[in-house]
């Protein structure tokens, strides 16, 4: 099968699917996009490797099309080494989401603290609490299908942050 690789002005080579999938993984964790910051839960150097890898092919392949061998890529570790860490991609994504939705809360709060009128702190904790987390994702074909997926499988720590929310405005 002949491919171009989208980013390379090289001419199309042959390559079977499995070989130009890992070209492709390897091209983009060396290529520099503007991936949004990654909040993270865990001070522990590989989990936060790993999550900070998965976050990126989440992002540039989606959530279904991911595997755990593209996610030991991505962190430059063997697949494993990632299983000792994480049971499934799952589980990735959760502490994934927990990272965002935690920094998302935590700017909220900042922006519900402030000293303006009510209604501009209410206006600037939805800028800083959602939109600008819809505004980070927007730039992935697959930032749709990431964002879905909180709900299906964050359901609780969206319900969480949702009750903090209320509660914070209460």
Not at 122 to 141: D, T, Y
């Amino acid at each position: 099968v002949v491919f171009q690789c989208p980013w390379s002005s090289v001419e199309p080579q042959v390559y079977n699917l499995t070989n130009f999938v890992i070209l492709s993984i390897d091209q983009f964790i060396r290529q520099p996009i503007d991936l949004p910051d990654i909040p993270l839960l865990t001070s522990d150097p590989k989990r936060a490797r790993i999550v900070e890898a998965a976050g990126r092919i989440f992002l540039a392949y989606g959530f279904q099309r991911t595997t755990m061998d593209d996610i030991a890529r991505a962190a430059e570790m063997s697949r494993p080494a990632v299983y000792s860490h994480f049971r499934n991609k799952t589980e990735i994504y959760r502490e994934l989401a927990a990272g965002f939705i935690g920094q998302a809360r935590r700017d909220v709060l900042v922006a519900l603290s402030g000293m303006e009128p009510l209604e501009h702190r209410i206006v600037a904790m939805f800028e800083v609490g959602f939109l600008a987390m819809l505004e980070q994702f927007s730039a992935s074909p697959h930032g749709e299908e990431i964002l879905n997926l909180k709900g299906e499988i964050s359901g609780e720590l969206i319900e969480g942050f949702r009750k903090s929310m209320v509660a914070a405005l209460a």
